[in-house]
Antibody
Framework: QVQLVESGGGLVKPGGSLRLSCAAS????????MTWIRQAPGKGLEWVSY????????NYADSVKGRFTISRDNAKKSLYLQMSSLRAEDTAVYYC????????????WGQGTLVTVSS | SYVLTQPPSVSVAPGQTATITCGGN??????VHWYQQNPGQAPVLVVY???DRPSGIPERLSGSKSGNTATLTISRVEAGDEGDYYC???????????FGGGTKLTVL
């Protein structure tokens, strides 16, 4: 079955960097767009970034543009989010999710990884 | 930027019908999706493309749109339906994904 497993979260100081990973299994990873979505503690969902199946196209929320970089390795069936210049407001659970082809929605989500930005 | 507006909370008795709304400018021209999230868990897609259900989602959950409002309707509400519900669209103008603020459904 489809599985998405995030890793790489943790505690980081403001201004620091962190790289999140998402390991995919149970489907042909290279056929799907993928996305990162985050949720600050006690808050709602916020879309962060998405990447096309071949990495030819990416897009970012205004709140992270210029600081975060999404990438993927189809051979390794993995999605990544490189986060730099981290701020307290980046503290959140970060979910990777699979794009439902043709519908701009997300049909499978990982369990999330917590990123805490604090001194 | 595009904004989706949801009521913060909705309460309903077991067996009754819950209605969760999602308002947005010209939402009628957009495809609306809905997610359910239970505490401590990842969101689950329950309705996509306004009114289609992924496999495994009961028919009690249905989506619709009218004017500038999309609606998620949950019939014969059960205790297990409690949780947070989010609507979502894709804004073609910015090529960004947009979520509503979420609605907490409480089963009395």
């Amino acid at each position: 079955q489809v599985q998405l497993v995030e890793s790489g979260g943790g505690l980081v100081k403001p201004g620091g960097s962190l790289r999140l990973s998402c390991a995919a299994s149970g489907f042909t990873f290279s056929d799907y767009y993928m996305t990162w979505i985050r949720q600050a503690p006690g808050k709602g969902l916020e879309w962060v970034s998405y990447i096309s199946s071949s990495s030819s196209y990416t897009n970012y929320a205004d709140s992270v543009k210029g600081r975060f970089t999404i990438s993927r390795d189809n051979a390794k069936k993995s999605l990544y989010l490189q986060m730099s210049s981290l701020r307290a407001e980046d503290t959140a659970v970060y979910y990777c999710a699979r794009w439902l082809t043709g519908y701009y929605s997300f049909d499978y989500w990982g369990q999330g990884t917590l990123v805490t930005v604090s001194s | 930027s595009y904004v989706l507006t949801q009521p913060p909370s909705v309460s309903v008795a077991p067996g009754q019908t819950a209605t969760i709304t999602c308002g947005g400018n010209n939402i009628g021209s957009k495809s609306v999706h809905w997610y359910q999230q239970n505490p401590g868990q990842a969101p689950v897609l329950v309705v996509y493309d306004d009114g289609d259900r992924p496999s495994g989602i009961p028919e009690r959950l249905s989506g619709s749109k009218s004017g500038n409002t999309a609606t998620l309707t949950i019939s014969r509400v059960e205790a297990g339906d409690e949780g947070d519900y989010y609507c979502q669209v894709w804004d073609s103008g910015t090529d960004h994904v947009v979520f509503g603020g979420g609605t907490k459904l409480t089963v009395l």
